[in-house]
Every structure is written in C-alpha cells, then in structure tokens.
C-alpha cells in the first residue's frame, strides 16, 4: 500500500495523479493543479502518489528516475488501491512522466473496467532538444479516452510538432496559449498569466471527466 493524497470532494470523478520525473507529489505545481481540480465548480477527486524512487528521497536516497516502463507495475498496484477503495472505474494520468507511465497502462486496464479515462499534463513526446526521439508508438493505437493539457512552447513537444504525430482518435489535445512544460506563459509577450493557464487546464480536465 502506498500512501495517497486525496483531495476533492468524495462524489466528485477521482483522478489518479503521478508526479513528474523530478518533483514529488506535493510540489507547488502539484498542489495548486489539484486544489485547482477540487474548486466546487470542477469537483473532481484527486489521489497522488509517489513512485517508489521518489518516495525514497525523503528518507534521503537521491536515485535517478527509472525507466518509464519499470513503472508500469507500480502504477498498476495503485490503480487497484484506489478503485478498491472507492468501488467504482477511476481516471488516471499524472503530470509529464507520471502522464507517460499512465499511457503505457491505460488500455489494459480499461479493457478490465477499471479505468474510465487518461489525463496527461504536459506529455513528454520527446526529450527536450531531441524531436527525433518519440515516445508515441503506443499513442498511435490509444483505445482509452485521453486529453493531453500541453503548453504551445512545451519544450517536449510544441504546437508546431504534435499535430505532425500519428495520434489515436481517441486522444484530444487541449492547447494551452504560450505555456511551456509547467504550462507557464510569457505575460509581457501573450499577456497570459500562470494562474490562467493552470485554470484553463483544470477547466479542460474537469469538463473532460464529467463528459
């Protein structure tokens, strides 16, 4: 059992959240998402976790991040924690890395009804610098209803270079204006601020999961 974050009303739809390859599940970015999601005119339940590499720190142990796809199991146990615990399909996803991990699974869970949906903030498409190197072959055949929040100049994949992507149907993107990985904007140049872009991503996902 590993130790969850709820946050949320307890009839809202549950999101199961992972973290990002280098910050932990309450980071500041993590936090004001959630609390964002949790706002009564969203309702949506959250459920972090840490992986276990990143639960380790606290005690001290820096180990570099795994793998994405030596996740997949860690994932996979909390998934059942949490539908065990609120008796019905949840929605999963996580911010970058945690949304990745969360892709990689998402199909054969909600094939055996335990998953409804698939939210990925800010998905890693490519390592930054490096268009060459796709992490979207699994993306191509995607059967899981799935929005992807991305910033336009997110260094890991751009306006400019996704739509290029060979994307499954059932796979929405909502763009969000002049936001990077964080989904931080430039305000003198869009005249956007952070907070508006993470509600304008809160907003996408909690229309998404009432749909």
């Excluded at 969203?42 to 570099?64: D, L, N, Q």
């Excluded at 305000?187 to 508006?196: E, F, I, M, N």
Aim: some cysteine; aromatic content about 6%; overall charge negative.
């Amino acid at each position: 059992m590993v130790e969850l974050l709820w946050e949320g009303p307890e009839d809202g739809p549950v999101l199961v959240l992972a973290h990002g390859a280098g910050a932990p599940m309450d980071s500041d970015w993590m936090d004001r998402v959630c609390a964002l999601l949790a706002e009564p005119a969203r309702g949506v339940r959250t459920a972090r976790f840490e992986f276990a590499y990143m639960a380790a720190r606290r005690e001290g142990s820096r180990k570099p991040p795994p793998r994405a796809d030596r996740l997949l199991d860690e994932y996979r146990a909390v998934v059942g924690q949490v539908t065990d615990a609120v008796g019905r399909p949840v929605a999963i996803g996580g911010k970058s890395m945690g949304g990745r991990v969360a892709s990689m699974i998402a199909d054969d869970l909600h094939r055996a009804g335990l998953v409804s949906a698939l939210v990925c903030l800010g998905y890693p498409f490519h390592p930054p610098g490096k268009p060459e190197r796709l992490r979207t072959d699994h993306l191509a055949h995607l059967e899981t209803p799935t929005l992807i929040c991305q910033g336009t100049r997110d260094p890991f994949g751009t306006v400019d270079e996704v739509p290029g992507y060979e994307l499954s149907p059932s796979i929405r993107v909502q763009w969000i204006d002049d936001g990077e990985h964080e989904l931080k904007p430039r305000p003198r140049v869009s005249g956007r601020t952070h907070a508006q872009n993470l509600a304008e991503a809160a907003d996408a996902v909690a229309s998404f999961l009432r749909d």
